[in-house]
């Protein structure tokens, strides 16, 4: 009885170490498939206006928590600078233009991805100059009391709401007749103010308030100025460079800047969620 239990023993400690090697031998090939297998990382190019740009490196920041596997690429910019890239094959998985202009003109040309334009953010367009300094200039219907002041270029979209307020409240003629610095990009106007270099100039709210401790509000457009509200569209460009795998991740992206957890992100730097 005796050698019959410590038979019956060893064949218990074979058969627990049998199956202690078999989870070991299960482990190893999941850990190896993980190892084959992993996540694809990949990367997207986004190009976004000017004016988004703080916004924009904050929602970057968050997003990649959530999808560390993806590298968004920012291209900065105007919009019609940008439109113009996509327009000569510029590698661009995802555009979020400053006015509808630009991104009908892609859509147009067929640049644009079926079902995924959406009107997505609103801004103001406003008047300021330099904080701390003096100026006669009240708002957009007395700017030219302004010994000079800075726009954005005409085909840039901020350039184009300017022109399109003082068209409308009459002045356009003597605005054109004042010393104007023409700016590449809103961006660049902002800074002009922010220097001093101008007395005043127009910007998006949005920029007003990135730098409030340089520069101050002097007037908000007036609504009957602009035909329409300052619309933020963003869509995925049809990009034959990229893999599959890039066109899902973008995809996801634009999907994402429409969440409540972005869209808080787009309020903290004073832009609303469009409302039609």
């Known amino acids: 009885m005796k050698g019959k239990f410590w038979i019956s023993t060893l064949v218990m400690m074979v058969g627990m170490s049998t199956l202690a090697g078999c989870g070991s ?24 206006a000017a ?37 000569e094959g510029a590698s661009c998985d995802v555009f979020f233009s400053a006015a509808m202009k630009q ?19 609103e801004n103001k367009v ?17 700017v030219t009391e302004a010994s000079n002041i800075v726009l954005a270029r005409e085909d840039v979209p901020a350039g184009t709401y300017a022109r399109e307020i003082f068209t409308n409240l009459g002045n356009i003629d003597d605005v054109k007749s004042m010393e104007i610095n023409e700016g590449a990009n809103v961006t660049a106007v ?23 401790d340089k520069v101050e509000i002097i007037a908000e457009a007036p609504v009957e100025a602009l035909a329409s509200p300052v619309i933020y569209p963003v869509a995925c460009i049809k990009n034959e460079e990229a893999s599959e795998a890039e066109h899902e991740a973008a ?15 787009f309020e903290k730097y004073g832009f609303v969620r469009y409302n039609p």
């Not at 703080?54 to 910019?77: G, R």
């Not at 003109?105 to 334009?117: I, K, Q, W, Y």
């Open 251 to 265: 995809q996801e992206f634009v999907k994402y800047l429409s969440t409540n957890e972005a869209m808080k992100v």
């Open 25 to 48: 031998i299960s482990n190893t090939n999941q850990n190896m498939s993980q190892i084959e297998n992993p996540v694809e990382k990949v990367k997207i190019q986004v190009f976004i």
């Open 190 to 212: 902002l800074a002009a103010v922010s220097e001093g270099s101008n007395e005043v100039g127009v910007v998006y709210a949005t920029d007003a308030a990135s730098v409030k």
């Open 103 to 121: 991104m009908n003109a892609l859509t147009e040309e067929g640049l644009v991805e079926e079902d995924t334009n959406e009107k997505l953010l």
């Open 126 to 142: 406003v008047l300021i100059k330099p904080i701390g300094e003096q100026t006669k200039v009240t708002g957009f219907e007395n």
């Open 51 to 87: 004016s988004l740009k703080n916004a924009m490196t904050t929602v970057q920041k968050d997003y990649k928590e959530i999808h560390p596997e993806v590298e968004i690429v920012f291209n900065a910019d105007s919009s019609r600078t940008l439109q113009t890239q996509i327009e």
